[in-house]
T-cell receptor, first 114, second 112 residues
Framework: DAKTTQPNSMESNEEEPVHLPCNHS???????IHWYRQLPSQGPEYVIHGLTSNVNNRMASLAIAEDRKSSTLILHRATLRDAAVYYCILSRGGPSGSARQLTFGSGTQLTVLP | NAGVTQTPKFQVLKTGQSMTLQCAQD?????MSWYRQDPGMGLRLIHY???????DQGEVPNGYNVSRSTTEDFPLRLLSAAPSQTSVYFCASSYTGGTEAFFGQGTRLTVV
């Protein structure tokens, strides 16, 4: 299975943008890139996903490199409530993949400073 | 709007005891799964189900059993609890081919 590499921790100031990087150099053509986050004492929460093109939703933006070997999750204005562990995950697309069998690494602990 | 509900939230077991962690979802999702999360680590897949009557093993299935008699429920059974099974357990569900998994709030299990 393709693996992802993320920094262990990052800090950001409140109301500033945050760019969370993820490397996935062994990604295959059918692997989707998912981001989940886990707030303290809660289950993981879906943030965003993409395949090739950059994606935007109400929570964040996902920028995918042209060669798909890396991606960046962008929080446009960090708030204290965004402090969480952010996981970058690859999963196979199509009927037998997508949100199934997510393989979580150790993620990036984001600290938001007031 | 319940989503994925796990019970109990906390449990302490003695070594050798058995118990069942409950998971229920009200979104009519075909796919359900169980993960465990050890301190400071990401989640690891234990078992999953693609629909009622169908289950399969994940990355760390030993010591756990599952069954799926209905679409809504996916219980996880610990056959003979061991201290190594002390962990936080999460249940998740999604549509077949869906791109978003929904997780429960977790069950914190301690085996002494």
């Amino acid at each position: 299975d393709a693996k992802t590499t993320q920094p262990n921790s990052m800090e950001s100031n409140e109301e500033e943008p945050v760019h969370l990087p993820c490397n996935h150099s062994t990604i295959s053509g059918t692997d989707y890139i998912h981001w989940y986050r886990q707030l303290p004492s809660q289950g993981p929460e879906y943030v965003i996903h993409g395949l090739t093109s950059n994606v935007n939703n109400r929570m964040a933006s996902l920028a995918i490199a042209e060669d798909r070997k890396s991606s960046t999750l962008i929080l446009h204005r960090a708030t204290l409530r965004d402090a969480a562990v952010y996981y970058c995950i690859l999963s196979r697309g199509g009927p037998s993949g997508s949100a199934r069998q997510l393989t979580f690494g150790s993620g990036t602990q984001l600290t938001v400073l007031p | 709007n319940a989503g994925v509900t796990q019970t109990p939230k906390f449990q302490v077991l003695k070594t050798g005891q058995s118990m069942t962690l409950q998971c229920a979802q009200d979104m009519n999702h075909e796919y359900m799964s169980w993960y465990r999360q050890d301190p400071g680590m990401g989640l690891r897949l234990i078992h999953y189900s693609v629909g009622a009557g169908i289950t399969d093993q994940g990355e760390v299935p030993n010591g756990y059993n599952v069954s799926r008699s209905t679409t809504e429920d996916f219980p996880l059974r610990l056959l003979s609890a061991a201290p190594s099974q002390t962990s936080v357990y999460f249940c998740a569900s999604s549509y077949t081919g869906g791109t978003e998994a929904f997780f429960g709030q977790g069950t914190r299990l301690t085996v002494v």
